[in-house]
């Protein structure tokens, strides 16, 4: 009797641990690490840095005109072969500046700067004279018997530059950009983002561009 209740509590231990051993073997087989994929893609491109200068093109040909008048006969004559015309006291060598209007500097020219970059802007001035008029070397250099002209290069407040017989008169300046003179925009066309001009999509004016000028002048006495 005993030995029999000895098996049956034995066969309870058995399926018991049986029991154990199958839910140990179910808990052992829950995940304990895994991977996961997924795929990105970029979401564009801006070309930020922006160089749009504005050089002056198809200069009139009367901007670098001038008259030479070393004998001062326009004054002396009042003026008498360019009726209504207002000449500048004191000079030699005559622009028109304006209708009607002669000076010692000739117009201005301007370069303008709407990009988002700075730039650096090289001006060249070189005169072809005739052989019978040779460039002075300095503005006190147009005295005495010999026929000679003084043309100097004047760029954004730098030294003037004289214009010589044998080499061109060079100056290179810097003009500031502003990173606000361009905005981004998408295209759904394309699908694609641009940088464009804040002048093509806004209503702006110059100064809210905020570009820097260069004025080039030929100033000659």
Known sequence: MENKKMKK??????????????GVT???????????EGAGELEGHVERDVLAVTLPTNVDAGTFKYIIDP???????????????????????FFQSADKTYTKDSKKLKVTNKGTVNADVTVTAQAAT??????????????????????????????EKPVKDDASATVT????????????????????????????????????????????VIAAC
């Open 130 to 159: 005739s052989g019978d008029v040779s460039m002075a070397a300095t503005s006190g250099d147009v005295s005495g018997d010999a026929k000679k002209l003084y043309l100097g290069l004047d760029v954004a407040g730098k030294a």
């Open 9 to 22: 509590l034995l066969a309870l231990m058995l399926a018991g641990t049986m029991t154990m051993g199958m």
């Open 173 to 216: 300046v810097g003009v500031v950009g502003n990173p606000d003179n361009f905005e981004t925009t998408y295209n759904s066309t394309s699908g694609k983002y641009l940088s464009m001009s804040a002048s093509s999509s806004l209503t702006l004016h110059d100064t809210t561009l905020n570009p820097l000028s260069i004025h080039v």
């Open 26 to 36: 179910a808990f052992a087989a829950d995940a304990t690490s895994g991977d996961a």
């Open 71 to 93: 004998e001062g006969l326009i004054a002396e004559t009042d003026n008498a072969k360019y009726a209504d015309a207002t000449f500048e006291e004191g000079a030699s060598v």
